[in-house]
């Protein structure tokens, strides 16, 4: 039987994670929006391109979520940005009533399903569903860190002129202001980068990593960033279908590894066919860990905005 992915948001994150899933093979895709048209549109128009570039992943928009029945994998990017006059706790109560009722209707169509986050704020509506849902943690976790992480390698590479496959970054933490950047395991070509770049030269990559998503939507003006985050996503996703197990920093349940208990938050995690299959332990300086749990009371804070 093929394998059955869907994606459920068909706006800019959410229609490039359809592509780039038809584009790699990984099964036929379906794309759900409550907009009239819009996943029917861009669903044909992704199939469309497998002539062309070769797949044969079959690709159906819907507006209707019981399409998503046996789905395997379930990608969630339905949501709002924000708008103006709109504070980020008007935005959190808003996406926790979307990822709500999204996240019942995957628990009814898709009980067997690996539930993969994308809307923001990441880490609180990757936890709201996980609670929805009733899913076993391991079957529920959220991208962001891993393209936290990609825009920290993407500034490190453009500094050094190194190439950007050879850096390997490191982020923890959560996926906002207080996300935790890990210079002390960042390495180019195996070599730190504390040996490589100065102190303020680090600090300036640290915080331009931290603004990453700012820094686009200030260009783009209208919405955000999607060929990032849909690239991470899909390729957490390929790693879950194809059961990889490659450690992958992800948004997942934290249950007293790293002393941090009950929230997700981002952590490196081993990821395979169960979803999380293990969390993995790595060395922190003594500010790296501090930083770590002031991140996860930032999460916690939110958590308890939408309980
Ligand atoms: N069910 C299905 N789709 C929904 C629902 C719902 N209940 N509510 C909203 N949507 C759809 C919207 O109709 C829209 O097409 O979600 C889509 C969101 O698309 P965009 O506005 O283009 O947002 P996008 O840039 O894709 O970002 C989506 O990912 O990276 C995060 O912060 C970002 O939370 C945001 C999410």
């Known amino acids: 039987m093929t394998t059955k992915i869907s994606v459920i948001g068909a706006g800019n994150v959410g229609a490039t994670c359809a592509q780039r899933l038809a584009e790699k093979n990984l099964g036929d895709i379906v794309l759900v929006d409550i907009v009239e048209g819009i996943p029917q549109g861009k669903a044909l128009d992704i199939m469309q391109s497998g002539p062309v570039v070769g797949f044969n992943s079959l690709v159906i928009g819907t507006n209707d979520f019981a399409d998503i029945k046996d789905s395997s994998l379930v990608i969630v990017t339905a949501g709002l940005a924000r708008k103006p006059g709109m504070s980020r706790d008007d935005l959190l109560k808003m996406n926790a009533a979307i990822i709500t009722d999204v996240v019942n209707n995957i628990k009814k169509y ?42 920290m390698a993407t500034f490190i590479a453009l500094e050094l002129n190194a190439p950007i496959t050879e850096v390997k970054a490191v982020v923890l933490g959560t996926h906002g202001d207080l996300m935790v950047p890990v210079p002390s395991q960042t390495t180019v070509k195996g070599q730190s980068i504390t040996e490589l770049l100065s102190d303020n030269k680090i600090k300036q990559i640290v915080t331009r990593t931290q603004n990453g998503g700012a820094e686009i939507v200030a260009h783009l003006k209208t919405g955000s960033a999607y060929y990032a985050p849909s690239a991470a996503a899909v390729y957490m996703a390929e790693a879950v279908l194809k059961d990889t197990k490659e450690t992958i920093i992800s948004s997942v349940y934290a249950n007293g590894e790293y002393g941090l208990k009950d929230l997700y938050v981002g952590l490196p995690a081993k990821l395979g066919k169960n979803g999380v299959e293990e969390i993995v332990e790595i060395e922190l300086t003594e500010e790296e860990r501090a930083a770590l749990q002031k991140s996860a009371e930032a999460i916690k804070n939110n958590n308890a905005k939408i309980q």
């Open 110 to 151: 898709a009980p067997n399903s690996i539930i993969l986050l994308v809307t923001n704020p990441l880490d609180t509506m990757t936890y709201l569903a996980w609670k929805v849902s009733g899913f076993p943690p391991n079957r529920v976790l959220g991208m962001a860190p891993l393209l936290d992480l990609a825009r």
